[in-house]
């Protein structure tokens, strides 16, 4: 298809209405370590795996807080995340400062599309290589996003991005309608099968290369801890969801 | 707020009000929060405009009055209202609540009161949102306090005891008018920038109700008016 001819720059499209830049940017998004989320109707969990560099170093992280009520997880370029994450914090930190309330989930959202949109139109600009998951709670309701490097944005009831995703959103697909009234352990059981689903044959789920971040109405966002996290990969073992559904 | 006189340096400041309206009296009931004003704005010691509506509507469940100099009220009126319509470009259907307009007000008092060029008001924001009553008062200075009652200008030196008397936060609306209309009486009577035309407003849980204006009920027709009491000792 000649790509070469059309995609050295975002200010060009290819005969067939592609920018192929900003699908390169794609690329990023997909190269990057899974991470996903999933919402009930009181709680968010943020599920991610952390890649190690080497044996000598630590591991990436992949969840930020950006305020008591939001957060979000990366998969791709982490420096052009720090970004948006910056961005995002300061945005939340001067709406606190103003209104002394909440920055709205999807307002924020709004902004971040924005911001990456721009990328995308300008000649001397590169988009964003990194797919954000932001989880939040407003007057709303219980959000998750997802965000792209192309700026556009949508709102899931859960999904997953980075590498080997389509494994946890296949999870997703066969069990998604009991996520709505699942209680918070629920959610975050489905969470870590969903990552079981997406890890290599070799690899194993352990505290070290595990994140879980959660957010509900009345729960400001944490990270669970590494003996939380021990605990639930050990109940990981007895969990299945057909034993939710003979509860309700 | 950014006017090209400040960015050029020609900026003057509000030393003192030129067209003020009078006291604001807001209380909390049952229900609601109730908010009065008179409907004067002097100019000076003149009673220059006499049918003024000065509690205005800046979303579905919050109303703003103030005392002070009204160009600034008008202006405040503007910037509390494009906060509520740029709601709109988000499509997300969030409203700011009332509690988002006090605090926004307060961010605006204090970065006025800082360059030495306040907005000179004594603001009241009043609303209803999720069950709950808000209250409010915004100084010049930029000072926040939330409160069951507010009272600014001369309210504050005549009315606090008639509100101690025969108000409670948890009265009726229609009490809570008739303490309200009793405060402004004493007001005509005493301040002399006072008018005996006032206006009601309250919130609710259904929303905003602002009232057109009333007069309060004075009594001129004493014994010593009639028949002046020095008239005799003039005729000896």
Redo the contacts between chains.
């Keep these: 298809m000649l790509k070469h001819l059309y995609d050295t720059d975002c200010v060009t499209w290819s005969p067939q209405g592609k920018l192929f830049q900003v699908e390169y940017a794609m690329e990023a998004v997909k190269q990057g370590s899974i991470c996903l989320g999933l919402k009930s109707n009181e709680n968010v969990v943020l599920c991610s795996l952390k890649r190690q560099p080497s044996e000598l170093a630590g591991y990436q992280e992949k969840q930020f807080k950006i305020d008591d009520h939001m957060a979000i997880a990366i998969a791709g370029l982490t420096a052009d995340a720090r970004v948006l994450c910056k961005y995002m914090r300061t945005e939340c930190l001067e709406y606190k400062?103003?209104?002394?309330?909440h920055h709205?989930v999807?307002?924020l959202v709004?902004k971040v599309a924005e911001k990456s949109q721009h990328k995308t139109q300008s000649g001397a600009k590169r988009p964003y290589g990194v797919g954000l998951l932001v989880a939040g709670i407003?007057?709303?309701g219980v959000h998750l996003f997802e965000t792209c490097p192309s700026g556009n944005y949508y709102e899931y009831k859960c999904q997953a991005i980075g590498s080997r995703s389509q494994a946890a959103r296949t999870y997703f697909e066969s069990w998604f309608h009991l996520f709505e009234k699942s209680t918070l352990e629920q959610l975050i059981l489905h969470g870590l099968s969903a990552i079981k689903k997406a890890i290599m044959e070799d690899e194993e789920l352990n505290e070290k290369n595990v994140e879980v971040g959660i957010l509900g109405k009345n729960l400001k966002f944490t990270h669970l801890n590494a003996q939380e996290l021990r605990d639930y990969i050990t109940k990981l073992e007895q969990f299945s969801p057909n034993s939710q559904i003979q509860q309700e | 707020m950014i006017f090209n006189s400040e960015i050029s340096g020609e900026q003057q400041h509000t030393t003192s009000p030129v067209v003020t309206g009078g006291s604001v009296i807001a209380l909390v009931y049952n229900g609601g929060v109730i908010v009065g004003t008179d409907t004067l704005c002097s100019y000076g010691s003149m009673a220059a405009f006499k049918n003024v509506k000065k509690i205005a509507q800046i979303s579905k469940n919050t109303i703003y009055a103030s005392s002070g100099e009204f160009s600034d009220f008008q202006q405040v009126v503007k910037e509390l209202a494009k906060i509520d319509r740029s709601a709109l470009q988000y499509d997300d259907g969030v409203h700011p609540s009332p509690k988002d307009y006090g605090n926004f007000l307060a961010r605006l008092s204090y970065k006025k009161r800082c360059k030495i060029n306040p907005l000179y008001l004594q603001n009241v924001i009043a609303g209803f949102h999720n069950g709950e009553r808000y209250l409010s008062l915004v100084d010049i200075y930029g000072t926040y306090l939330e409160s069951n009652f507010i009272t600014t200008g001369f309210a504050s030196y005549f009315c606090k005891a008639i509100i101690s008397n025969y108000w409670n936060e948890n009265c009726t609306l229609d009490q809570a008018k008739q303490v309200i209309r009793e405060c402004f009486k004493v007001l005509f009577c005493r301040d002399c920038r006072a008018h005996d035309v006032i206006q009601l407003a309250y919130v609710d849980a259904q929303g905003a109700h602002i009232e057109e204006p009333e007069r309060v009920e004075t009594k001129w027709d004493f014994n010593g008016f009639k028949s002046r009491a020095n008239e005799k000792l003039h005729t000896q």
């Design positions: 400062y103003t209104y002394e309330s709205p999807g307002r709004f407003d007057p709303n």
